[in-house]
């Protein structure tokens, strides 16, 4: 019997087993306590009633004309390690502020973000540095959080504070981009309030959805870059909805603890009214699909990009991605209803991939009855192109033309086993490594912008050109992957499940918009944008074993600009100490070094 057969039933309780703070520390996520919030936050100046003025989604661009709101918005963060029980089975986690999910951080549009990260990660230490997903980091990329390219790790023992701006305006997360440290929990949610494209009553915040490892993240990393092809294939043991889930601890022999009625997340509808979920896929390597039983979704953004709206029972994201769904309460529901994720068993190794959360309605049952929600789910099959919606369906509301492109660079991926015998990712045949020490941003702020004797940091130098078109072709029949580009939002002006034609372009005068596109297997993604953004940008799988074994390149763009830069000196503070550390200690960098 599966694991929702045995919650369904009464197999496996709905009565949490574990206290919060067993499964997800000091966190609120996923229980009836978590906040609801405003449509932006009030301690700004607000011109016209609102922080952004009279901009709206239509008559703005989100990418030139963000307000100049003179807000900093401060967090603390210190990352040390911690044993949570997410699922029911314990386990060691990597943690923000003893939460996981870590904190939300939280802007308007225009806002300034400035937050101070400790590394306090120990036994064993660990560098550390974090992106802040799907920010454009425009006249910041030294801010990016992506070490060997905009900065050096976090040394352990030591602090760096980001400052950069909230430059668009919707959902998303951040979390670790050193190794595959993300996947062992270091990570937490991102609300940007912007202008409303669609009305709405209540925004419930994030729905954090993840496939989840009860192996640790280190020693997967290890087994995937090892030489035994019995370590390569990598099952995922479970599926979370904000960072809960039940778990069937029958189906494992250990002496782990484990208790298989850990507790579900929890959300809270008030009949009637229209709630926002901002749904997010921040796992590692499976492919979700979102419902809700007997309730439609009004999607009105992907990533940070609102569209012309449209209704549907099932959304799909990739890893990285999000989407913003309205979804109206009924009026006279009895409820419960169940919440369900689902991971894509076609284009993701899973063992159960399945995650269920418990949707009550407020004046009926709470939370505390052990009425289980005797709904039914959408009818779905898995998707075995792993593919995102149809491009003619996702519309962007601010239009921006494809120009035509001033270069046009062809990327081909492909999966090898090199000579020692490793599985490796390459793209035109070159496999991604970082060099910690050397960040490559800083490299050409100081005019070295070749490296003829690092061929393994994959550069592609675009020079002065204005708009730079890439067609990714697959070289893999049976594997998908979600292309995550840094510093842009990119206009997808082609996907399929067979290379490029050559002349097939979906709707150019206003393509879809953002930051992370699946790419199916066997096929290909024609993606361009403006070199409006002077930096380095990684362009990479945003599955946490694709990249660690080497799916990555680096994009510089303009890089006469990037000589320019005033590069503020705690950046090479922050190398300087990251350069005494690695001097005194051997840095256990088996995989190609940065992740999502």
Known sequence: MSLVSKIVTGAISIVAGLS?????????????????????????????????????????????????????????????????????????????????????????????????????ITGPVEGTALHWHGLLQKETPWYDGVPSVGQC??????????????????????????????????????????????DYDIDLGHVMISDWYHKEYFQIVKEIMGTDPAGWPQKSDNNLINGKNNFDCTTVN?????????????????????????????????????????????????????????????????????????????????????????????CAQVNQPDALAIIYYKGKKTYTDTLKPN????????????????????VP?????????????????????????????????????ANYNSPLLLLANQKNTSYPFSPQWNIYNFHSNSTIRIILTSNSSAISHPMHLHGHNMQILSESSQPWDGKTLINPQNPQRRDVQML?????????????????????????????????????ERPDDIRQMRIPGVVSETCGDWDRYSRGEVVDQIDSGFRI
């Open 375 to 394: 709904s039914t789910a959408w009818p779905q099959t898995d998707d075995p192109e792993c593919k995102n919606d149809d491009l003619t369906k996702t």
């Open 153 to 198: 790790p976090i040394a352990p023992g030591s602090t760096f504070t980001y400052r950069f701006r909230a430059d668009l305006y919707g959902t998303s997360w951040y979390h670790s981009h050193y190794s595959s440290q993300y996947a062992g929990g270091l990570l937490g949610p991102m609300i940007i309030h912007g202008p409303k494209s669609k």
């Open 397 to 433: 509301l601010y239009t921006i033309p494809a120009d035509p492109p001033t270069v046009t660079q062809e990327l081909i991926i492909s999966e090898i086993i090199n000579a020692t015998g490793h599985q490796i990712w390459t793209i035109n045949d070159s496999s991604f490594r």
């Open 520 to 556: 199916r297997p066997g096929g290909h993604i024609v993606l361009q944008f403006k070199t409006d953004n002077p930096g380095v940008w990684p362009l990479h799988c945003h599955i946490a074993w694709h990249l660690s074994a080497g799916l990555s390149v680096n994009i510089l």
């Open 20 to 120: 919060q703070e067993a499964t997800n520390g000091v966190s609120q996520w996923g229980t009836l306590d978590a906040p609801t919030y405003a449509p932006f936050l009030t301690d700004n100046p607000l011109p016209d009633g609102y922080p952004w003025s009279t901009k709206n989604v239509t008559n703005a661009s989100p990418y030139t004309e963000a307000p100049n709101t003179g807000k900093t918005r401060r967090y603390d963060f210190t990352i040390s390690r911690g044993k949570l029980s997410p699922d029911g089975y314990q386990k060691d986690v990597i943690l923000i502020n003893d939460q996981f999910p870590g904190p939300l951080i939280e802007a308007n549009w225009g806002d300034w973000f400035e937050i101070k990260v400790h590394n306090n």
């Open 254 to 346: 250990s002496t782990v603890p484990c208790v298989s009625n850990a507790g579900l997340s929890k959300f809270q509808f008030t009949p009637g009214k229209r709630h926002r979920l901002r749904l997010i896929n921040s796992g590692a390597a499976g492919i979700q699909t979102f419902s809700i039983d007997n309730h439609e979704m009004t999607v009105i953004a992907n990533d940070f990009v609102p569209i012309k709206s449209y209704n549907t029972t099932v959304v799909t994201m990739g890893i990285g991605q999000r989407t913003d769904v309205i979804v109206h309460a009924k009026q006279n529901a009895t409820g419960p209803f169940w919440m369900r994720a689902h991971i894509n068993t076609v």
